[in-house]
């Protein structure tokens, strides 16, 4: 008899990764685009207290840290820099994986404030997958120096979860970070996701699919999420899913979707 | 009303904007990720000596693009 997903998956999922490795209270992703300013984060946040290897089976590197937040400890898994979790790479994949089936209690997207329309793309894409989001806006002192404002108030109202404008580099807003990070990873606080709306044939595609896809991986996994990458045709994701899962449920989900495909 | 090109087909220092990404798949995928949805103003910043491949600016970001991936781009020159 095989484990189920539904009774033991998420902490299977998680030793695969290896996020909880020692004791910790949370484990916490951190994404975001090459270049924003990720590693200085996670060193702003950890300090000493980390130790770099691979992602398992991958030449991906991997950093893990440590930190401590009103006497809870969190660990800290730094993402590979990517633009998107859609497009395959290896770094993608990563980053998207990690996200989807390690299911992290928060995901901090950092974004360069200089530049945050582009950077918007990955933290939307992170957004479909979870609520639980923590959005850095970081290099806001290089915004400031470029005259560029940002109404940091406005963009979490827009987005629905918690925002903080950082300068990592002098530690500027690193503790209203660690502060938002504990909000929601505690969930004291709940995020409120406004979910991308498609064309009126996706979502009828969507709501055709969703509840068979539901009914297979419950709640293990975001099913709307999901049934958009299986229109997407990404059949790597499906194999995929059959190795973090470790169950032989989501070898049905192929017919389905080839079903919901005609 | 502006003609309609490729991005592969514009001149160094030229501007566009996207009209229509035509490419599928992952192709697509990346080149929307990459910001290049309708609408996006797109500079031609310089070609590699062979002309392959060529480097834009898209939303404050240099990327280079292959020819072929940039003749999958529909735009419209800009000014
Ligand atoms: N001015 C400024 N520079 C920063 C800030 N955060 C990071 N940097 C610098 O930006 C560069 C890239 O940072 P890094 O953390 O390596 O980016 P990563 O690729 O996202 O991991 C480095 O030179 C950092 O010192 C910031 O908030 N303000
Ligand atoms: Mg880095």
Redesign the interface.
């Known amino acids: 008899m095989g484990l189920t997903y539904q009774s033991t998956g998420q902490s299977t999922t998680r030793e695969i990764f290896n996020a909880l490795a020692d004791h910790c209270d949370y484990a916490i992703a951190l994404a975001g685009n090459p270049n924003t300013g990720k590693s200085t984060v996670f060193n702003a946040l950890t300090g000493l207290r980390q130790h770099t290897g691979n992602w398992p089976g991958k030449t991906v590197q991997r950093a893990e840290g440590s930190y401590i937040y009103k006497s809870h400890r969190f660990r800290l898994i730094d993402l590979p820099g990517t633009y998107s979790l859609l497009s395959n790479s290896a770094d993608e994949e990563v980053a998207r994986d990690f996200i989807c089936f390690a299911r992290p209690d928060a995901t901090i997207v950092v974004v360069d404030a200089t530049c945050l329309e582009r950077n918007l793309n990955l933290a939307l894409q992170v957004m479909e997958i979870t609520g639980r989001v923590v959005i850095c806006v970081n290099l806001i002192d290089e915004a400031r120096r470029k005259k560029i404002r940002i109404d940091i108030d406005k963009l979490g109202k827009r987005l629905g979860v918690p925002v903080v404008a950082t300068a990592a580099r002098s530690g500027e807003g690193m503790p209203r970070l660690k502060e938002l990070v504990s909000d929601v990873a505690s969930k004291r606080v709940q995020t409120k996701l406004q979910p991308v709306r498609y064309s009126q044939e996706v979502e009828n595609a969507i709501a055709r699919l969703e509840p068979r896809v539901q009914a297979i991986v419950g709640n293990s996994i975001n099913s709307r999420w999901l049934t958009l990458r299986l229109l997407d045709g990404d059949t790597r994701l499906v194999h995929t899913m059959e190795n973090y899962l470790n169950t032989g449920e989501t070898v049905s989900v192929m017919p389905v979707v080839q079903e919901g495909l005609v | 009303m502006s003609a309609t090109t490729t991005l592969n087909r514009l001149s160094n220092g030229s501007f566009a904007l996207v009209k229509e990404v035509m490419a599928e798949?992952?192709t697509r995928?990346?080149l929307l990720?990459?910001?290049l949805v309708p609408g996006t103003k797109v500079e031609v910043i310089r070609r590699s000596p062979a002309g392959d491949p060529i480097a834009f600016n898209?939303?404050?970001?240099v990327i280079a693009l292959r020819r072929d991936v940039a003749g999958q781009v529909l735009v419209s020159p800009w000014k």
């Open positions: 798949g992952l995928r990346r990720d990459l910001g898209i939303r404050g970001a």
